[in-house]
């Protein structure tokens, strides 16, 4: 069966700091891959998503960035964090339909 | 792009009665319509999804219908429970691998 792993589960950051969020999916090849940020009581944004190796699209203009350099690995990354850089956010994948399942989630705290 | 708005923002519920969850979509080109529940911390779980050739799907105690004419969808939760408590997404896709979500109700089951 898949499973998606997202690390770490929460991270406490101060401004100006870089950022690496990693996500890895097991048991599919060629998964699509989504990142998704979550503010505290809103709704879910879509950042980023990928359909192979080094195909990013970008959802949303930001200072944060994200890559793709194996099949079922995605990273999202920032080189100076922002106050407003704060939230959960959560890997996600699919295969052919649109069924999307997500990861666990990191709860960012930027200070 | 596709736009989703999703009423209430908040439900409050006696244990036992229902409770309903709409949404609206702008693209008349979406073809699928999934459901997420987000327990508190948790992630988003896909719960339930129709397709635009079908109207009306039930599973167990939930059930989702849509109107494409009026590009609007529903969630349906009868007998509600205390573990039926969480915040619920309602998403629309046109079919390019991405979904575009409404910003959440907040469901809670009073006993």
Do not use: M
């Amino acid at each position: 069966s898949q499973t998606i792993h997202q690390w770490p589960a929460t991270l406490v950051q101060p401004v100006g700091s870089p950022l690496s969020l990693e996500c890895t999916v097991e048991g599919t090849s060629n998964p699509n891959l989504y990142w998704y940020r979550q503010a505290a009581g809103r709704g879910l944004q879509l950042l980023f998503y990928s359909v192979g190796i080094g195909q990013i699209s970008s959802e949303v203009p930001q200072n944060l960035s994200a890559s793709r350099p194996q099949d079922r690995q995605f990273i999202l990354s920032s080189k100076k964090l922002l106050l407003s850089d704060s939230g959960f956010y959560l890997c996600a994948w699919s295969v052919q339909e649109e069924k999307l399942f997500f990861g666990s989630g990191t709860q960012l705290s930027v200070l | 792009g596709e736009n989703v708005e999703q009423h209430p923002s908040t439900l409050s519920v006696q244990e036992g009665d229902s409770a309903v969850i709409k949404c609206t979509y702008s693209d008349s080109a979406s073809n699928y319509f999934p459901w997420y529940k987000q327990e508190l911390g948790k992630r988003p779980q896909l719960i339930i999804d129709i397709r635009s050739n079908v109207g009306e799907k039930k599973d167990q105690r939930i059930a989702v219908t849509l109107n494409k004419t009026a590009k609007h969808f529903s969630l349906h939760i009868t007998e509600t429970q205390p573990e039926d408590s969480a915040v619920y997404f309602c998403a629309a896709s046109i079919g390019d691998y991405k979904l575009s979500f409404g910003a959440g109700t907040t469901v809670t089951v009073r006993a």
